[in-house]
């Protein structure tokens, strides 16, 4: 019942997305000239990426470009799809230290919340979109934290609208936390797979004995019904668990309970997941981790190294570039920090071009919607990047950046403070936005 | 009051370069009424019970030839060469003589720069890996606690030093947190493996006071007593402010005249104390301009400066009154929004403290962002560009070496590849402001401390053995 819900929204989403794309952006608009990395296929040279009506339509060297169409001229630049950040909380925590913006853990029920559907509580007039928008972000995962199950994650994108508007797909994963047993509510890590089993099997019996479940001739579930509901598509391996995870204990036992119940696993943070970087590639596991931390944070982390991303990447794994530099409750306002990781996950070793697909296909193959993003072909939504040069380096810009086939030129928040108090003292009337 | 301070630093320096001191304390000699008391009941200035027992360690005269050099003293060098030689610079130029016996590197694409300095490091007294046995660092059972050294808390086996140390970090002040209104004294490190803290103690350097202001004092004391406001922060510095001076006068008097019984020590005051001597420097944590603005007038109030506001993420609000004032701007590339006194941050924040003349200094207040401070610096430039206020790489390099070295009074040793300052220097893969450049080599005092290439004599704490798998790659 609730997933038909969510699948009803989301038609609903597609059918607004499209008729805002016909009526706000029904253009043709040719970007020409620069080194084009569609992900999907080898780069080119002096290539056209040819957008219509929000869409990519064509990819190439030889594209013609109807009449009329607008250009944008990319000489000497490079052309990539948008990038996804592929966990963050950008929309569901505006403020950290002020709770009446932080909507990314739910309560749930005895440190469950697999019904928690966490976009529902994000803002799409969040001050911190625009300058991730600026940056070249255009899509992101937006994950609940907390507890055993922290709830279900959705990927969207960076459109301005409401939260139906940029929803791509809801869900795209179930998301438990499975590195710290206090946080689960129970006292060790035997326990912990305990209880997530526990919770797998009264999906499983739920799922097939609904009807005594109706007429109250059930056992007691570890789970309400809705939680459990919410599961379902998880022992289905409809949609992908994502585990945040450290050590590399912990990741054999996920990859077991994976085994067990037939999982489609993700892992999250895998600090030591280069441990064990072929059997993660052997059993199709992809992990979401970054390339900015190696301090022995805690003892489930003591083989935190910034190689993690490029050693997995070697061996085969599906890697995705998120931000784990530490700090985190400034993550939201750093969104656009995974191409530093990025950076930095090259100079520990990654390949560049492996990288690069680490913030673009790799996010949108692993959660279900590269049909959608992710990539420059045609079919695609035109979330596109010219940057003015190597997009993991400092010194480079995003020179245009296109959401759904629609440029945007961001003035953010911090914009128009810095205007404020270019020159000082400052004025303060209201500026124009 | 400079005397005895000048005495300090050339008895330690001393002690530094030459044989172990046998001097627990380098008291002036006329305090020999206060040694007959006890040195521990009195309060002397500049006093020195846990003196630095640092030596640089073994080096060898260096030469890296054929690099470019980020001096932080002048216009980049292209392809040049620098020399170390006694754990100093000897020598920096387009061309250097060196000794037949001198190593010699060929720098050929790489970049030579000064050593990092973090001056908001909380390494060692937040030691990995975490938890509450090892969070040392807010002595937060009141909210004026001046009483308490960092030193005492900083575990030299903490596995982030090494790490600080590959990322070029070769000085770093460990603070206290920000729970309170005065967290305590902070103390100022070399990034060196040391027994005890007082082997990587930076001999002769001042010590800081480490205050915060706004949001944390009144959030971890609002229900405990307080501070329950910013106006009850407000009130807190100054009732303490009025009793050091009280203090102060009574013990200046008494190590005067030797007249009488002398007044009882009291550690905290003694502190703040030699904050209004002049001999401890202030370093503030504050977010807001106007509360900036506010611990100005207070330091105006009871006559001592601040050194450097940290974490001033509206240091841009108010940029001409920290230049007029002197006080630097310790501060983040992009840290912002994480709570509300952090809302206004820009990523601009650098480039515009420096365009109105203030000094702007990247520091960390994270284990892991200090290892990378020259990517703080390279994303700070980049927004500078954005805003039409481009930074050069010349300026950009004060950022983080000459700059922080000034907010800890020692950028007379270090900062700055001159000769005769300390040869703490750092041999870059390439552009230190690129991302996929990272440092080959890193030497403190002359010494090669640090060397990417050969990992097995990399530095690795006692924690490390066994406990952290050893993968024999570089950091």
Not at chain 2, 38 to 43: A, D, I
Not at chain 2, 293 to 315: C, L, N, P, T
Request: aromatic share 6%.
């Amino acid at each position: 019942m609730k997933l038909q819900t969510y699948f009803s929204r989301i038609a609903l989403s597609l059918i607004v997305s499209l008729v805002a794309n016909t009526t706000l952006s029904a253009q043709t608009i040719a970007i020409t000239g620069g080194k084009v990395y569609p992900i999907s296929g080898p780069a080119i040279e002096g290539g056209t990426v040819l957008i219509v009506d929000g869409k990519i339509s064509a990819v190439g060297s030889n594209v013609s470009i109807p009449a009329g169409a607008q250009r944008i001229d990319a000489t000497g630049r490079i052309v990539t799809p948008g990038f996804i950040n592929s966990s963050t909380e950008l929309g569901v925590q505006e403020i950290a230290a002020v709770s009446d913006t932080r909507d990314m853990s739910a309560r749930g029920k005895d440190n469950i919340a697999a019904a928690f559907t966490v976009w529902d509580g994000l803002n799409p007039n969040s001050v911190l979109l625009a300058p991730a928008r600026k940056d070249g972000i255009t899509s992101f995962v937006v994950m609940p934290t907390g507890g055993l199950v922290a709830g279900q994650a959705a990927i969207v994108d960076v459109v301005p609208g409401t939260t139906t508007d940029m929803i791509i797909r809801a869900p795209v994963a179930m998301v438990a936390e499975i590195g710290d047993p206090q946080a689960a509510g129970v006292s060790a890590r035997g326990e912990l797979m305990v209880k997530l089993r526990e919770l797998l099997e009264d999906t499983k019996f739920f799922q097939t004995h609904r009807q005594a479940f109706d007429r109250a001739q059930t056992r007691t579930f570890v789970a309400s019904r809705l939680d459990l509901e919410a599961m379902i598509p998880v022992i289905e391996g409809r949609i992908p668990l994502v585990v945040t995870v450290d050590r590399e204990a912990d990741i054999d036992a996920a990859l077991r309970l994976a085994r067990e119940f037939n999982l489609k696993l993700m892992i999250a943070g895998g600090a030591e997941a280069w441990m064990m970087a072929d059997r993660l590639a052997a059993a199709h596991v992809p992990v979401l981790t970054g390339a900015m931390n190696n301090i022995p944070a805690d003892f489930a982390a003591l083989g935190q190294r910034q190689e993690n991303a490029a050693l997995l990447s070697k061996a085969g794994v599906p890697v995705a570039l998120i931000g784990n530099a530490g700090g985190g409750d400034e993550e939201t306002f750093n969104v656009r920090n995974i191409k530093q990781e990025a950076g930095n996950a090259i100079a520990y070793g990654m390949n560049w071009e492996a990288a690069l697909r680490a913030v673009t296909l790799t996010p949108a193959e692993i959660f279900g919607v590269s049909d959608r993003v992710g990539s420059l072909q045609p079919g695609r939504e035109a979330n596109v990047v010219v940057w003015s040069g190597d997009p993991f380096e400092f010194t480079t810009r995003a020179e245009h950046v296109l959401v759904r086939g629609r440029e945007y030129h961001d003035k953010t928040r911090q914009d128009l403070l810095m205007e404020r108090y270019r020159n000082l003292p400052a004025t303060h009337n209201a500026p124009p936005m | 009051m400079r005397a005895p301070f000048c005495l300090l630093l050339a008895v330690v320096t001393a002690c530094a370069s030459a044989a172990p001191s046998t001097s627990r304390s380098p008291t002036p000699a006329r305090d020999s009424a206060a040694a007959a008391i006890g040195l521990g009941s009195t309060s002397t200035p500049n006093a020195n019970p846990f003196p630095s027992t640092y030596k640089p360690f073994p080096s060898r005269t260096t030469v890296i030839r054929n690099v470019n050099i980020l001096t932080a003293a002048g216009p980049t060098i292209r392809n040049g060469a620098i020399l170390m030689q006694n754990g100093k610079i000897a020598a920096v130029g387009a061309t250097v003589a060196a000794p037949a016996d001198a190593v010699v590197i060929d720098g050929a694409g790489r970049y030579v720069t000064p050593g990092i300095i973090d001056d908001h490091s909380h390494l060692g007294v937040y030691a990995a890996p975490g938890g509450n046995a090892l969070s040392d660092g807010n002595e937060a059972t009141n909210p004026v606690t001046p009483q308490v050294w960092a030193e005492h808390s900083v575990w030299p086996q903490d596995p982030q030093f090494p790490r600080n140390l590959a990322g070029g970090i070769t000085t770093l002040q460990v603070l206290p947190g920000s729970a309170n209104l005065f967290g305590g004294r902070s103390v100022v490190l070399k990034v060196v493996p040391g027994r005890t803290v007082q082997e990587m103690k930076f001999p002769g350097a001042k010590y800081g006071l480490k205050m915060a202001c706004g949001e944390n004092p009144k959030r971890v004391y609002g229900n405990r007593g307080g501070p329950q406001t910013r106006m009850g922060n407000v009130a807190g510095y100054r009732a303490a402010w009025i009793r050091a001076a009280d203090y102060r006068r009574k013990w200046d008097k008494w190590n005067a005249d030797h007249k009488g019984d002398p007044p009882t020590r009291d550690l905290g005051l003694e502190t703040l104390a030699e904050v209004l001597r002049g001999n401890i420097l202030v370093h503030m944590h504050c977010y807001r301009a106007d509360e900036m603005a506010q611990m100005i007038d207070i330091a105006h109030e009871f006559g001592y400066k601040i050194r450097s506001f940290h974490h001033g993420v509206e240091a841009y609000k108010i940029a001409d009154l920290l230049a007029k004032e002197g006080i630097g701007a310790s501060v983040w590339a992009d840290w912002g929004s994480f709570k509300m006194e952090a809302i206004d941050a820009v990523k601009g924040n650098m480039a515009l403290v420096n365009h109105a003349g203030a000094r702007v200094i990247v520091h960390s207040d994270d284990p892991s962002g200090s290892q990378r401070l020259n990517q703080e610096a390279a994303k700070a430039m980049a927004a500078g560009a954005e805003i039409g206020l481009p930074i050069s790489e010349d300026e950009a390099i004060k950022w983080l070496t000459i700059n922080p070295a000034w907010a800890l009074d020692l950028d007379d040793k270090i900062g700055s590849l001159e000769p005769g300052k300390n040869a703490d220097v750092i041999l870059w893969s390439g552009d230190p402001f690129s991302v996929y450049s990272r440092p080959d080599k890193v030497w403190i005092d002359g010494a090669l401390l640090y060397d990417r290439s050969d990992p097995s004599e990399q530095w690795r704490t006692d924690f490390e053995l066994g406990f952290v798998p050893f993968t024999g790659t570089s950091r």
